[in-house]
């Protein structure tokens, strides 16, 4: 089968195109033939990790992903396809099954592998069926941003009528932040650049703030949550005042405050508001599997708008 092999820790330019042998499924495992997958953060942060081995960071990384390169050289997180076979322990899916998945399990463990025509992955991991109304490409856009975002929401105990905001509005994570405070009846406020602030209302922000004019200081504004989807990376004047504005009892919470655990009922939840209208997949490019180099070489540029989504083959059936 093509798969993207990442040949070594670096630049885009270390993904290859290859062949490879298409996996086997074990007793409990689908073999997924994948139509689409996405670029996600965790991607670019493996590819492009620059630690050295004698950083504690370095090594901690190098024991679990692979010294110098990944030990499984195949990245990829996020999958939408179909499902073409399965072991003999499988129950929950048939042949035929059009699925998407995160390829993280409730206990955390990650499977790398989506950047490829075909993955196998345990049935009882986040796997179900794909939102109805979705194309491939959109379905792959959903579980990365979505699972993350329910998490660092949920810990946070979110709830009806409270004041959020999502400092970093227009990426993965913050696009379906703004919506699923929306879903918990939050009165939200998205925090974005210049150029993304319509799309942000889009999104049923009730406000829009411009990290990149207004520092912060001025306004005045209380929230009983604020949420930074974009994470320790990514900083603003607006940023470093932004837990000033938080009302007595409020919450800060960073999509970087460790480590989140995707489950298959937020999974679930995702796809029924998909189906129901309620989120939205932003996606801001496509890409064939072929033009990886040139996907990454943009998600690097760090102002992607929501996902960019790598089309691996086209689905006979989807008409
Ligand atoms: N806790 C964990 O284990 C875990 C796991 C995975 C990921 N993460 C974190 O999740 C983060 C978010 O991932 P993502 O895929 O949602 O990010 P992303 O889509 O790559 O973020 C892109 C967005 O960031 C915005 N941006 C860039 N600079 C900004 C700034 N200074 N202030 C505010 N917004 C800015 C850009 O908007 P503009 O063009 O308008 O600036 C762009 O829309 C990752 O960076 C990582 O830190 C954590």
């Not at 050289?73 to 995160?102: C, M, W």
């Not at 932040?177 to 009846?185: E, L, P, R, T, W």
């Not at 949550?225 to 007595?248: I, M, Q």
């Not at 999509?255 to 508001?273: A, F, H, M, Q, W």
């Amino acid at each position: 089968m093509k798969a993207i092999l990442c040949t070594k820790y670096g630049p885009p330019e270390v993904l290859q195109l290859n062949d490879v042998a298409k996996p086997v499924p074990k007793k409990n495992e689908l073999c997924i033939k994948i139509y689409a997958t996405a670029i996600t953060a965790s991607d670019c942060i493996v590819r492009g990790s620059k630690l050295p081995v004698w950083h504690p960071m370095g090594f901690m990384m190098g024991l679990v992903l692979g010294f110098g390169k990944p030990r499984n050289p195949i990245l990829g997180l996020v999958l939408s396809g179909e499902v073409e076979s399965g072991g003999g322990g499988v129950t929950r899916f048939q042949k035929g099954d059009r699925v998407f998945a995160f390829t993280v399990n409730s206990a955390t463990k990650m499977r790398f592998g989506t950047y490829a025509e075909y993955m196998c992955v345990p049935e009882d991991w986040n796997v179900a069926l794909k939102p109805a109304n979705l194309s491939h490409e959109e379905s792959a856009a959903v579980p990365y941003g979505g699972m993350l975002a329910l998490h660092f929401l949920k810990k946070a105990k979110i709830k009806n009528k409270d004041r959020v905001l999502v400092y970093g509005a227009s990426g993965a994570v913050g696009t379906s932040a703004v919506q699923i405070a929306k879903h918990f009846g939050a009165v939200v406020t998205g925090v974005c650049g210049t150029s993304n602030l319509s799309l942000v209302k889009s999104l049923g922000a009730d406000s829009v703030i411009d990290y990149t004019k207004d520092d912060g200081i001025e306004g005045g504004s209380l929230y009983d949550l604020v949420f930074d989807a974009v994470g320790k990376r990514k900083s603003s004047r607006f940023k470093s005042n932004c837990k000033k504005h938080l009302a007595p009892g409020g919450k800060y919470v960073s999509v970087d405050g460790g480590s989140p655990v995707p489950t298959i009922e937020n999974l679930l939840l995702l796809k029924g508001l998909a189906e129901t209208g309620g989120i939205r997949p932003v996606i801001d490019r496509c890409y064939p599997l072929e033009n990886m180099v040139e996907a990454h070489t943009y998600v690097e540029t760090g102002h992607k708008k929501g996902n960019v989504v790598i089309t691996v083959a086209r689905d006979g059936a989807a008409g």
